[in-house]
T-cell receptor, first 112, second 119 residues
Framework: GEDVEQSLFLSVREGDSSVINCTYT??????LYWYKQEPGAGLQLLTY?????DMKQDQRLTVLLNKKDKHLSLRIADTQTGDSAIYFC????????????FGAGTRLAVHP | NAGVTQTPKFQVLKTGQSMTLQCAQD?????MYWYRQDPGMGLRLIYY???????DKGEVPNGYNVSRLNKREFSLRLESAAPSQTSVYFC??????????????????FGSGTQLSVL
């Protein structure tokens, strides 16, 4: 995951918004993904955005894409304790078969 | 609906021992993958199989071998385990085969992981 960068830790208060940031490197990436990993479990797809979109909203989740700066963010509104997890951003490279490159993950801690 | 099932969940090996991690999916997916997860490094692709009968190297294949036994099963073998292989291993599958990609068919479904320690 060396080419996809995320900050490693974020702490927020319950009810606040969380913003998790990611930078990627391949401007030709077709899709960009956010996966969530809860303790002791595998990753689950949260949402994705196609590279020709600027924003995608899905209930409490908002994904923003700045293709010029290769910057992706995930905003979680009204963050709950159940949102505590590790969030991975991933880019879908076009150079190889289904090559998803993952960031190192951002651990989100939600406190009362 | 089991999804992707991995065994074992935990394993401790001594340096030089061998073992096989098993993975099976019941979603009739074409592609299967093995990743390893290390602290601060995200997930790195070890091997993948785009369809039954084919396997290809990922980013970090050294020290591993794989077998796509049939459409459902994809195993990962460590022939001579080393401490550097201490990691959490995830199997994943996706619908996509050798055709065009889409966000839907590219979506990865993960198993719950195998925590491997090599002493």
């Amino acid at each position: 995951g060396e080419d996809v960068e995320q900050s490693l830790f974020l702490s927020v208060r319950e009810g606040d918004s969380s913003v998790i940031n990611c930078t990627y490197t391949d401007s030709s990436s077709t899709y960009l993904y956010w996966y969530k990993q809860e303790p002791g479990a595998g990753l689950q797809l949260l949402t994705y955005i196609f590279s020709n979109m600027d924003m995608k909203q899905d209930q409490r989740l908002t994904v923003l894409l700045n293709k010029k700066d290769k910057h992706l963010s995930l905003r979680i509104a009204d963050t709950q304790t159940g949102d505590s997890a590790i969030y991975f951003c991933a880019e879908s490279r076009t150079g190889g078969y289904n090559k998803l490159i993952f960031g190192a993950g951002t651990r989100l801690a939600v406190h009362p | 609906n089991a999804g992707v099932t991995q065994t074992p969940k935990f394993q401790v090996l001594k340096t030089g021992q061998s073992m096989t991690l098993q993975c099976a999916q019941d979603m009739n997916h074409n592609s299967m993958y093995w990743y390893r997860q290390d602290p601060g490094m995200g997930l790195r692709l070890i091997y993948y199989s785009a369809s039954e009968g084919t396997t290809d190297k990922g980013e970090v294949p050294n020290g591993y071998n794989v077998s796509r036994l049939n459409k459902r099963e994809f195993s990962l073998r460590l022939e001579s385990a080393a401490p550097s292989q201490t990691s959490v291993y995830f199997c994943a599958s996706s619908e996509r085969g050798l055709g065009a990609r889409s966000a839907t068919n590219e979506k990865l479904f993960f198993g719950s992981g195998t925590q491997l320690s090599v002493l």
